[in-house]
């Protein structure tokens, strides 16, 4: 069962900006935390920013920080990551993970228990 998903990916110019989301399908218990993934190709997926059920926590990878930003909706269940000034080398799928995580390891998978099927974020030059 399906319980995160992602939507909002899509062909994108450098420069240029996209929102994705992330909507709970189905209550994910026993977490503390959303955040966003990514694997380019040919990559290892890492850890691109997380937010913490109060909404005030968030942090990011060093590689994103001043131009993705990380936010939630409660009333729909929705965690949003804006991302403006994309890079080519932003290029890649982008999941949607929910899970228990100390904020030092927030970036690690294996607290992460629950993933969305991901969404494909192509930037071109």
């Known amino acids: 069962q399906v319980q995160v998903v992602e939507s909002g990916g899509g062909s994108v110019q450098a420069g240029g900006s996209l929102t994705l989301s992330c909507t709970e399908s189905a209550p994910t218990y026993g977490t503390n935390c959303m955040a966003w993934f990514r694997q380019a190709p040919g990559k290892e997926r890492e850890g691109v920013a997380v937010i913490y059920t109060s909404g005030v926590i968030t942090n990011y990878a060093d590689s994103v920080k001043g131009r993705l930003n990380i936010s939630q909706d409660t009333d729909e269940n929705t965690v949003y990551l804006q991302m403006n000034d994309l890079k080519p080398e932003d290029t890649a799928m982008y999941y949607c993970?929910?899970?228990?995580?100390?904020?030092?390891?927030?970036?690690?998978?294996?607290?992460?228990?629950?993933w969305g099927q991901g969404t494909q974020v192509p930037v071109s030059s």
């Open positions: 993970a929910a899970g228990i995580s100390a904020f030092n390891f927030w970036d690690r998978e294996n607290m992460y228990g629950y």
